[in-house]
């Protein structure tokens, strides 16, 4: 689930979905039936007045529908202000020749002489009246909903960007002790470490609401792992196992460095000898899952659960606001070993999201 909002939209939902079609011939049995429990009259006559009411109010509802699905493309170039004048007035037109045409042909109808006993302006005033009453409740309740999810889509961006700002210090300060302390030894792993530092800093910097592919995702690992060896040099294997996986599948900008910082600051860096990190990946139906895994000292569980706290949550909220429940991250300790595992959609594949 991305929050990416185009730079204009409407406020006009699709009146050409299915889903829209089957909303209004609701609302408009509703309202028939409204309207024929305020007339009160004996159970025949309420049958038949339901019938036409119903009849005359679905040829003008699927009518309205019809014509604001034609004029949708113009309508969304327009400012909202505009598009909810022009709807309504388009509304309220269809409504009045709807109106008119149902008196011509329904006049002299014997079968009808009840529910038409009033004069043509009368009745064209009632459902005229009525119309505007709808069409601007409709109108209104659709600039409503609008608002209300570009609400929840700005609420969604910020919480992505504020998680987002919390993940940089996490690496790169960590990143530039050990640039310091190549500096000297080793200038020509230093200069190489600093350009990997540089991409870290890149990725780190892009917009926090787009999405990364997982080949991009791991390259970025690569290079983080490249500087961490300049550091603990061979206290620190690395097994990749992730073939299997496509690598165009799309995923939240540092999701994986991360979490395998953790298992390098809570596992190998506690281990006098170091130790491996499997770094595994499978595709299953329409997920794939990711696994990282590292050795921890004995004894270590509380110390690791707290240290991983802050930055286990920061990933889960992030694939969270991404994915909502498609997606999620799940952590335990088997034996002598911590396991992290995050689970993503990939029905994306070749696709936008």
Same mark, same amino acid.
């Given at each position: 689930? /991305?929050?990416?909002?185009?730079? /204009?939209?409407?406020? *006009?939902? &699709?009146?050409?979905?299915?889903?829209?079609?089957?909303?209004? =011939?609701?609302?408009?049995?509703?309202?028939? $039936?409204?309207?024929?429990?305020?007339?009160?009259?004996?159970?025949?006559?309420?049958?038949?007045?339901?019938?036409?009411?119903?009849?005359?109010? @679905?040829?003008?509802?699927?009518?309205?529908?019809?014509?604001?699905?034609?004029?949708?493309?113009? *309508?969304?170039?327009?400012? &909202?202000?505009?598009?909810?004048?022009?709807?309504?007035?388009?509304?309220?037109?269809?409504?009045?020749?709807?109106?008119?045409?149902?008196?011509?042909?329904?006049?002299?109808?014997?079968?009808?002489?009840?529910?038409?006993?009033?004069?043509?302006?009368?009745?064209?005033?009632?459902?005229?009246?009525?119309?505007?009453?709808?069409?601007? $409740?409709?109108?209104?309740?659709?600039?409503?909903?609008?608002?209300?999810?570009?609400?929840?889509?700005?609420?969604?961006?910020?919480?992505?960007?504020?998680?987002?700002?919390?993940?940089?210090?996490?690496?790169?300060?960590?990143?530039? +002790?050990?640039?310091?302390?190549?500096?000297?030894?080793?200038?020509?792993?230093?200069?190489?470490?600093?350009?990997?530092?540089?991409?870290?800093?890149?990725?780190?910097?892009?917009?926090?609401?787009? $999405?990364?592919?997982?080949?991009?995702?791991?390259?970025?690992? /690569?290079?983080?792992?490249?500087?961490?060896?300049?550091?603990?040099?061979?206290?620190? @294997?690395?097994?990749?196992?992730?073939?299997?996986?496509?690598?165009? =599948?799309?995923?939240?900008?540092?999701?994986?460095?991360?979490?395998?910082?953790?298992?390098?600051?809570?596992?190998?860096?506690?281990?006098?000898?170091?130790?491996? #990190?499997?770094?595994?990946?499978?595709?299953?139906? +329409?997920?794939?899952?990711?696994?990282?895994? +590292?050795?921890?000292?004995?004894?270590?569980?509380?110390?690791?659960?707290?240290?991983?706290? *802050?930055?286990?949550?920061?990933?889960?909220?992030?694939?969270?606001?991404?994915?909502? +429940?498609?997606?999620?991250?799940?952590?335990? #300790?088997?034996? &002598?070993?911590?396991?992290?595992?995050?689970?993503?959609?990939?029905?994306?594949?070749?696709? &936008?999201?």
């Amino acid at each position: 689930m /991305k929050p990416d909002t185009p730079a /204009k939209s409407s406020f *006009l939902p &699709d009146f050409c979905g299915v889903r829209m079609v089957f909303v209004v =011939v609701l609302i408009g049995e509703l309202l028939a $039936l409204i309207l024929t429990l305020a007339e009160a009259g004996n159970i025949q006559s309420d049958a038949s007045s339901l019938a036409l009411k119903s009849l005359f109010i @679905q040829w003008v509802a699927l009518s309205s529908v019809a014509i604001l699905c034609v004029s949708r493309p113009w *309508l969304n170039h327009l400012p &909202d202000y505009q598009a909810a004048s022009a709807s309504y007035f388009l509304m309220l037109l269809v409504s009045f020749i709807t109106t008119e045409v149902t008196w011509w042909i329904l006049q002299n109808s014997p079968a009808v002489a009840d529910i038409l006993a009033q004069t043509h302006g009368i009745f064209l005033i009632r459902c005229m009246g009525i119309s505007a009453i709808v069409s601007a $409740l409709a109108l209104r309740y659709f600039y409503v909903q609008h608002q209300r999810q570009r609400n929840i889509e700005s609420v969604a961006a910020a919480r992505i960007e504020a998680l987002q700002s919390r993940i940089r210090p996490h690496f790169l300060f960590n990143c530039m +002790n050990t640039i310091a302390s190549l500096t000297r030894k080793e200038p020509r792993l230093a200069e190489e470490a600093i350009e990997d530092l540089s991409d870290l800093f890149r990725v780190s910097l892009k917009d926090a609401q787009s $999405l990364s592919s997982l080949d991009d995702e791991l390259s970025l690992c /690569k290079r983080y792992l490249r500087i961490e060896t300049h550091r603990l040099g061979e206290r620190l @294997q690395v097994i990749w196992d992730i073939d299997s996986v496509p690598g165009h =599948v799309q995923l939240p900008a540092l999701t994986l460095q991360p979490l395998i910082e953790n298992a390098i600051y809570h596992g190998i860096e506690t281990l006098a000898g170091g130790g491996t #990190i499997h770094i595994t990946g499978k595709k299953t139906g +329409n997920h794939i899952t990711i696994r990282i895994d +590292n050795p921890l000292p004995q004894d270590a569980y509380q110390d690791h659960h707290n240290g991983n706290k *802050l930055a286990l949550e920061n990933v889960q909220q992030r694939i969270n606001a991404f994915f909502g +429940n498609q997606g999620k991250l799940e952590t335990c #300790i088997a034996g &002598d070993r911590y396991h992290a595992e995050i689970t993503l959609p990939c029905q994306n594949e070749n696709t &936008d999201r």
